[in-house]
């Protein structure tokens, strides 16, 4: 019998590092050097001589957010599923993290909100401390650990396309850059190229020019606006450690997202977000009046009465999207994508680092099969894949399909499961069983189809029901 999506993600998921790697390749080269294309060089340098990965930004990444990562001043979240793979390939990165300056208190007390409820459902204390860092300082952690590798050297240019070989159906067999500060293009020979250049990858135009067919896309219009903006940590103001709000969309509300974070150098980072027309902007009195008036209360305290470190930073998105290489009847071998290059989501719910981690884990899998990459596609590769990104896709666009301005592509049975993921969501506030069951759901530890379960279905709806008659013997009562 065929594993399931939910057991193949669980072994995708794995945290023990594999043991049976073997090189079967000169040279590999990664075309981008975030998070996607660096935890897929760590992967590489198990199986190639030679890793090199071509960086646009030559900029220091421990200065703060490079120029090819926009968003990079914007909260960003690691989800626990994300820290487990950085363990797995470097046992000792949450310790090193630490080591560098990532907060340790301790704490297991993240407060969580929908819609104005305060979630008293218990969490189990993690059995590491939580990595909650800004994305600039993590980046700068897993470089640092994947240029320790003597296989990996990284080089400072622009993708400038791929290099096929001769005839038709040619097998990628390079790639191109040209060097930062200008020059001739330079040609990398390489039995593997992994496209991990981000939302705005060309590998789809490169393809077609040569004669392949492009991966189709998907897209979902959330229209998302967002601002960030950096406090001086001070328990005078608040001993606010986490915070996560959110409201749900319906007709008596409107949908917003706002989050606090304690980060390195004992700051905080505040995001509030909306969606279409509901734009915050870059004015300290506006995010402000926001953090008071739709959040709870230790927004606003922190945004009124904390000392900000620089500016309000904002952030468009205007879709989730979704490109399908696994659904392609002719792919040439030698190439891959990984990261936003393959899907990139609605980021207030924090999957893209983590995803970018488990397309790594998918690489290994596929690696360790013993491919000839030089003459096979890797269909085994984006299989995998397309079981990632089908769990984050269905978790945060399910939740994204509410929004009052996507009036389509709600799929067969939409009704039903939005039915009862709202049962479970409100289960969750306050039972201890369902909330853990969510949560390891939305980060990223278990696939979707965990709650799917009858038993945990029947359990939140008699909870369900038991609290409303509460409510209405309080109301009667009044």
């Known amino acids: 019998m065929a594993a399931t999506a939910a057991q193949r993600f669980a072994e995708i998921n794995t945290p023990h590092p594999p043991t049976d790697t073997k090189v079967l390749m000169r040279r590999a080269v990664v075309l981008g050097g975030s998070i996607a294309g660096l935890m897929a060089a760590r992967v590489l340098s198990d199986h190639a001589d030679e890793v090199v990965i071509v960086e646009r930004d030559d900029t220091d990444v421990t200065a703060g957010p490079r120029p090819g990562v926009p968003q990079g001043s914007q909260v960003h979240a690691l989800l626990p599923a994300g820290q487990v793979q950085l363990d797995r390939w470097w046992p000792d990165f949450t310790e090193r ?3 560098a300056g990532a907060p340790d208190e301790g704490r297991n007390d993240a407060k969580i909100f929908i819609n104005d409820e305060l979630r008293v459902a218990a969490e189990p204390p993690p059995e590491k401390p939580i990595l909650i860092t800004t994305r600039p300082f993590l980046e700068a952690q897993v470089r640092a ?4 590798s003597p296989k990996v050297r990284m080089v400072f240019g622009r993708a400038e396309g ?6 038709p159906g040619g097998a990628v067999v390079g790639a191109r850059y040209v060097p930062a500060g200008g020059g001739d293009p330079v040609e990398l020979r390489a039995e593997l190229v992994v496209d991990a250049m981000g939302r705005a990858s060309s590998l789809n135009d490169w393809l077609e020019q040569q004669g392949w067919p492009r991966a189709p896309m998907q897209r979902m219009p959330i229209k998302l606006n967002y601002a960030s903006a950096l406090f001086q940590r001070d328990p005078a103001v608040s001993d606010t450690w986490i915070a996560i709000s959110q409201t749900t969309p319906a007709k008596d509300r409107v949908a917003r997202i706002g989050g606090v974070n304690s980060v390195e150098g004992d700051r905080w980072i505040m995001l509030v977000a909306g969606y279409d027309d509901d734009r915050p902007s870059r004015d300290a009195g506006d995010f402000a009046r926001r953090c008071r008036e739709y959040f709870p209360q230790m927004f606003g305290d922190i945004a009124e009465r904390g000392s900000m470190i620089g500016g309000v930073i904002t952030y468009h998105q205007a879709d989730s999207r979704r490109r399908d290489f696994d659904q392609l009847d002719r792919l040439p071998a030698g190439i891959i994508a990984a990261g936003d290059a393959v899907a990139s989501f609605n980021p207030v719910y924090g999957q893209g680092m983590t995803s970018a981690t488990l397309h790594a884990s998918c690489l290994s899998e596929w690696l360790r099969t013993g491919p000839d990459v030089t003459t096979e596609p890797a269909r085994g590769y984006f299989e995998r894949v397309r079981i990632v990104v089908d769990a984050a896709w269905q978790v945060s666009t399910f939740a994204d399909l509410g929004l009052p301005h996507i009036t389509s592509g709600q799929p067969r ?3 039903v499961i939005k039915w009862a993921s709202e049962v479970i969501l409100k289960a969750s506030m306050t039972d201890d ?6 949560n390891r759901v939305t980060t990223m530890l278990d696939h979707p189809n965990a709650l799917a379960s009858p ?5 939140a709806l008699r909870l369900n029901l038991v609290g409303a008659g509460r409510r209405r013997a309080v109301s009667s009562s009044r």
């Open 97 to 99: 993290a630490i080591a």
């Open 162 to 167: 791929l290099l096929f070989a001769d005839g």
């Open 145 to 148: 650990r994947v240029l320790e």
């Open 433 to 438: 069983l369902t909330s853990q069951r969510l």
């Open 455 to 459: 038993g945990l279905l029947l359990r």
């Open 413 to 415: 049975g939409y009704k």
